[in-house]
């Protein structure tokens, strides 16, 4: 996630000034809401030195050989797991019963900053603050808790809180400058979660999944037994969602993010999708996909990487990915998971992988030197390089707003976009290369 950074414009037709020069890039209508799209109606979004031109997949030449194979991939994602400091887990390990502590302390180390001043569109009191902590149902844990599974038949915001109300630093709680501060992540359809808790009500479940712990909303899991959570998501064969765009299950519309998994029928041409029953339970029923999908991970390469990045230009900014698209960290992730690679989820777990990290900084990287597809990495925000043009990176990253020089005046993207990094400087006055404290490349 990316700090100032906001929603797209939901204006019928809005113009939106993004480069350093005098480039225009309309926004219609549909553009920040139709989800599946065709080749044909692709938006490019491009900004500071970047052209139109650089919008196009085929101007970068991208390699199209192997980087790792699938064998090799399953061991960098075991290498990852194995760190142990990125929140990283592999589900598909039983633990059958685990300890009050660890409970606990994954719950508690969510807390309200002083600096979240609003609740919805009221003032944050003290009493407020004891309710959505006494909502944790913390009183009511065994020093040992019998650990039930689950996978989930809906993509569900993963939040801090067992609350749907919207914290933040300003009176804002929808639009494109609304930035919930209990909105961690969103859980894909289909993925697998270990469930540890629940509120008094069994609303809400305090659960693991493989890359985040948090609070999600007990309709959107599938109860089932341990085996059969494996068996679900290790299923063979699958396909994997290789755009954003909304689906149909059951006549419930979702809109399914890139990266999204599920066991497949070739004969039938049909996902196996999860869906929960009545009572709770999880059933599979067979769906015909409404978008671009993958039968089976897409080969590791640049060409890949690339494609897949550049398929999300002009889709809005998500702070948390709560509607269904991506915010930085996000856009990186879901690329990278349509190929089978597990990263972390927020930039400050990606800032700690050990392999085939540079941490040089910024103005001192020799860019060329990089693989194009490489994670550049600053404090607060995720890029994906593209490549460079004289020495200068090219990045294409979902980010929100930037300042112009010389009147320095804010200029609010709040969507994936191509841009020049030399040139590009963000809400702070920092120079966005200067930035750069980490490029991680995945080899």
């Given at each position: 996630?990316?700090?100032?950074?906001?929603?797209?414009?939901?204006?019928?037709?809005?113009?939106?000034?993004?480069?350093?020069?005098?480039?225009?890039?309309?926004?219609?209508?549909?553009?920040?809401?139709?989800a599946?799209?065709?080749?044909?109606s692709?938006?490019?979004?491009?900004?500071?030195?970047?052209?139109?031109?650089?919008?196009?997949?085929?101007?970068?030449?991208?390699?199209?050989?192997?980087?790792?194979?699938?064998?090799?991939?399953?061991?960098?994602?075991?290498?990852?797991?194995?760190?142990?400091?990125l929140?990283?887990?592999?589900?598909?390990?039983?633990?059958?019963?685990?300890?009050?502590?660890v409970?606990?302390?994954?719950?508690?180390?969510?807390?309200?900053?002083?600096?979240?001043?609003?609740?919805?569109?009221?003032?944050?009191?003290?009493?407020?603050?004891?309710?959505?902590?006494?909502?944790?149902?913390?009183?009511?844990?065994?020093?040992?808790?019998?650990?039930?599974?689950?996978v989930?038949?809906?993509?569900?915001?993963?939040?801090?809180?067992?609350?749907?109300?919207?914290?933040?630093?300003?009176?804002?709680?929808?639009?494109?400058?609304?930035?919930?501060?209990?909105?961690?992540?969103?859980?894909?359809?289909?993925?697998?979660v270990?469930?540890?808790?629940?509120?008094?009500?069994?609303?809400?479940?305090?659960?693991?999944?493989?890359?985040?712990?948090?609070?999600?909303?007990?309709?959107?899991?599938?109860?089932?037994?341990?085996?059969?959570?494996?068996?679900?998501?290790?299923?063979?064969?699958?396909?994997?969602?290789?755009?954003?765009?909304?689906?149909?299950?059951?006549?419930?519309?979702?809109?399914?993010?890139?990266?999204?998994?599920?066991?497949?029928?070739?004969?039938?041409?049909?996902?196996?999708?999860?869906?929960?029953?009545?009572?709770?339970?999880?059933?599979?029923?067979?769906?015909?996909?409404?978008?671009?999908?993958?039968?089976?991970?897409?080969?590791?390469?640049?060409?890949?990487?690339?494609t897949?990045?550049?398929?999300?230009?002009?889709?809005?900014?998500?702070?948390?990915?709560?509607?269904?698209?991506?915010?930085?960290?996000?856009?990186?992730?879901?690329?990278y998971?349509?190929?089978?690679?597990?990263?972390?989820?927020?930039?400050?777990?990606?800032?700690?992988?050990?392999?085939?990290?540079?941490?040089?900084?910024?103005?001192?990287?020799?860019y060329?030197?990089?693989?194009?597809?490489?994670?550049?990495?600053?404090s607060?925000?995720?890029?994906?390089?593209?490549?460079?043009i004289?020495?200068?990176?090219?990045?294409?990253?979902?980010?929100?707003?930037?300042?112009?020089?010389?009147?320095?005046?804010?200029?609010?993207?709040?969507?994936?976009?191509?841009?020049?990094?030399?040139?590009?400087?963000?809400?702070?006055?920092?120079?966005?290369?200067?930035?750069?404290?980490?490029?991680?490349?995945?080899?």
């Open positions: 996630m990316y700090r100032n950074s906001l929603f797209c414009s939901r204006n019928a037709t809005h113009v939106l000034l993004l480069v350093m020069g005098c480039l225009l890039w309309t926004i219609t209508n549909t553009s920040c809401h139709r599946h799209r065709t080749k044909s692709v938006r490019s979004c491009y900004g500071g030195s970047a052209t139109q031109e650089m919008t196009d997949v085929s101007y970068w030449n991208p390699s199209d050989t192997i980087i790792l194979t699938p064998e090799q991939i399953v061991q960098y994602n075991n290498e990852l797991i194995a760190q142990g400091n929140d990283l887990v592999d589900i598909t390990i039983q633990n059958p019963i685990i300890s009050k502590d409970v606990e302390k994954g719950i508690a180390k969510y807390t309200i900053a002083n600096s979240w001043k609003w609740l919805d569109t009221m003032l944050i009191t003290a009493e407020d603050k004891q309710a959505l902590y006494e909502s944790r149902n913390l009183g009511q844990l065994n020093d040992s808790i019998i650990v039930r599974y689950g989930i038949t809906h993509p569900t915001d993963m939040r801090s809180f067992p609350t749907d109300k919207v914290s933040s630093k300003d009176k804002v709680v929808e639009g494109p400058q609304c930035y919930d501060r209990f909105q961690e992540t969103q859980l894909r359809l289909g993925e697998g270990h469930i540890w808790h629940q509120t008094a009500d069994g609303e809400w479940f305090f659960v693991r999944a493989t890359d985040y712990a948090g609070w999600i909303k007990s309709k959107h899991v599938g109860l089932c037994t341990y085996e059969d959570m494996c068996a679900y998501i290790q299923k063979e064969p699958f396909c994997v969602v290789t755009d954003i765009y909304d689906q149909t299950i059951q006549d419930v519309t979702m809109r399914l993010n890139m990266g999204t998994k599920l066991p497949y029928n070739t004969q039938k041409n049909k996902a196996l999708a999860p869906i929960r029953m009545h009572d709770g339970s999880l059933a599979i029923c067979e769906t015909t996909m409404a978008g671009d999908i993958h039968q089976g991970y897409l080969p590791y390469t640049t060409l890949n990487v690339l897949l990045a550049f398929k999300q230009q002009g889709f809005p900014y998500d702070w948390g990915c709560k509607n269904g698209y991506n915010d930085c960290s996000g856009l990186a992730q879901s690329v998971r349509c190929m089978g690679i597990q990263l972390p989820r927020n930039t400050s777990s990606m800032r700690r992988i050990q392999r085939n990290m540079h941490s040089e900084g910024g103005i001192n990287f020799d060329t030197q990089f693989m194009p597809g490489s994670i550049l990495l600053s607060g925000h995720t890029m994906i390089l593209v490549g460079t004289d020495k200068n990176p090219i990045i294409i990253h979902a980010f929100g707003s930037y300042k112009q020089p010389p009147t320095w005046e804010k200029r609010q993207v709040s969507a994936t976009c191509i841009t020049s990094m030399s040139d590009l400087y963000w809400t702070d006055g920092e120079r966005s290369i200067e930035s750069i404290g980490h490029v991680y490349e995945i080899k």
